[in-house]
């Protein structure tokens, strides 16, 4: 009678390191998809919050309208393709956009004010450019002015932590980031008096 050859349950030196260099190559491309999805999510939400901010921008303008009058603002607001158009920033979240340009800038208030606080640099991340239509110019017997908006993010970076107690809005250190590296959307509006 023949006897059973040993069973070989056990697994070689080579087959074990096959399997280990397959679930290596496999955890990096899951972790690859994972980093690229987190990436995306990140950029799907700033998306979704720059949509949002077409009412901020509304918001802002009308107040300044208010502050102003309809001429004034039109007198502040340059024609498309100036050098220097009005300007707003918002938080990253939306919830806030004030005038970052001009003699009394609302952006660059105290961080404290109790009336309207500005908006710290390190949390400026939405950048908002106004300008005058080219092909619609504010004439006042028209009865409106008709604007475009060019909303860029992310404008301004934490180049730094954020500095206890702050109270200026430019007391932490910031890195601007270029035009070519930014996201871009459009609006269009046209304010009443």
Known sequence: MKTRAHCGCAFSLVEVVIAIGVLAVTLVAVLGLAGSTMRSGGATADLAVAGRLGAEIRGELER??????LPGLAATIPRGGAAAPLRLVAT????RMLRTDGAAAAANHALNDPLQPGIARRDRYFLAEVTQQLDLPYAPDE?????SVRVSWPYELPGGPATPGATAVD???????????RTIVFFNFALRP
């Open 64 to 69: 300044l309208k208010a502050e102003l009058g």
């Open 171 to 181: 007391m932490d250190p910031v890195r601007e980031v270029p035009l070519s590296d």
């Open 92 to 95: 990253r979240d939306g919830r």
């Open 143 to 147: 009865g409106f002015l008709a604007l």
